[in-house]
């Protein structure tokens, strides 16, 4: 997804010169105020060495509410996932795009680390193997309220060869004795090549990670290109912010039985309309999510309306429905149309 404004083709480029012209832009450093002429790339392009960037793939591990999808936030500087208090509230890999003229960061937000038990957690924890593969640097964050011993044991078990950070979060929360002590537990593991402790609401904590974690990048090409802040769609993320919902207004199972399909997306002349499915497993669960007299489902509807006119920039006209689907969750043909 791109930022808003990025699709504008600046005049006298065709589309296929159009990687050059970004090319040449970012690594000069031009603002898009003032499009170069062709001659002035032409000359750039043959004058300059162009050395590479640091680039690489930096990918968040650890149990559930470990303040992984805080961090991606504040990381990027965009609502890419969804937080809440409540567990395993990520389910799916969150990519966010950090690029300026001297690096491109990848940073993966990952499912917290489970033991599975119905296939959607299968799915969730295939999402965490494909962040194992292909990680240049690793963030291995916990909770300092955590079990040290369980988190030890997790952390030991992804057998990672990169480079790894082990991120001790939310300090804010506890005295400076129990920061000291853990951070002297977690530098004697071995996979701790590095220490450092964090709120993750912190932004001057996430500035000094994200400069950490650019000195371990390789030099390579960007991944991406400069306008992009994640490689997931509009519709995607309008799903999420819609699921936001129901782990904020609901309690007990239904978070963890509901899941959101965005069916309609279209563009309209003064608004986006938007229609969405809230997939539930049982008729009780519906009737719950739509309250009494419609009451609950209109509250998901305007606030998550809210978010999704902040997100998109744009007026919204969303319409949800709630549809029962019987263990949708053990179902490889549900899960594979909802995105899992």
Request: proline share 5%; charged share 30%; hydrophobic share 40%.
């Amino acid at each position: 997804m791109r930022r808003q404004g990025s699709n504008l083709r600046p005049s006298g480029y065709e589309p296929d010169e159009l990687p050059l012209l970004y090319f040449a832009m970012w690594s000069a450093n031009i603002g898009c105020q003032s499009i170069p002429s062709k001659q002035f790339l032409i000359s750039y392009l043959c004058l300059t060495d162009h050395s590479h960037v640091k680039a690489g793939y930096v990918n968040i591990f650890g149990k559930p509410n470990a303040g992984k999808s805080t961090l991606l936030n504040a990381l990027t500087g965009e609502k890419l996932a969804i937080v809440s208090p409540k567990v395993q509230t990520t389910r799916h890999r969150i990519k966010g795009i950090v690029t300026t003229p001297e690096y491109q960061v990848i940073f993966s937000d990952t499912p917290g680390i489970i033991e599975p038990k119905y296939k959607l957690h299968e799915k969730m924890m295939q999402a965490v193997k494909s962040s194992l593969e292909d990680a240049d640097v690793a963030l291995l964050m916990l909770d300092i309220w955590d079990n040290w011993e369980e988190v030890d044991a997790i952390f030991s078990g992804l057998r990672l060869k990169v480079p790894r950070i082990v991120l001790i979060n939310k300090i804010d929360t506890v005295g400076s004795d129990r920061v000291r002590e853990a951070k002297e537990w977690f530098a004697a593991r071995p996979y701790a090549k590095q220490v450092m402790t964090m709120s993750a609401r912190n932004p001057e904590d996430a500035r000094r990670l994200l400069e950490t974690v650019v000195a371990l990048l390789p030099e390579g090409d960007a991944f991406f290109p400069e306008d992009e802040f994640t490689d997931l769609s509009e519709r995607f993320l309008v799903g999420e912010l819609i699921r936001e919902k129901v782990f904020d207004f609901f309690e007990d199972e239904i978070p963890y039985h509901t899941t959101v399909l965005v069916h309609e997306f279209k563009q309209k002349s003064t608004l986006i309309k938007i229609g969405a499915n809230i997939i539930v497993q049982r008729e009780t669960q519906k009737s719950i999510i739509i309250g009494e007299g419609g009451k609950m489902i209109r509250k998901i509807g305007t606030e998550a309306r809210k978010e999704i006119e902040q997100f998109l920039g744009q007026k919204v006209f969303l319409e949800l429905f709630v549809k029962v689907r019987p263990k949708w969750r053990e179902n490889d043909l549900f899960l594979k149309e909802y995105g899992y």
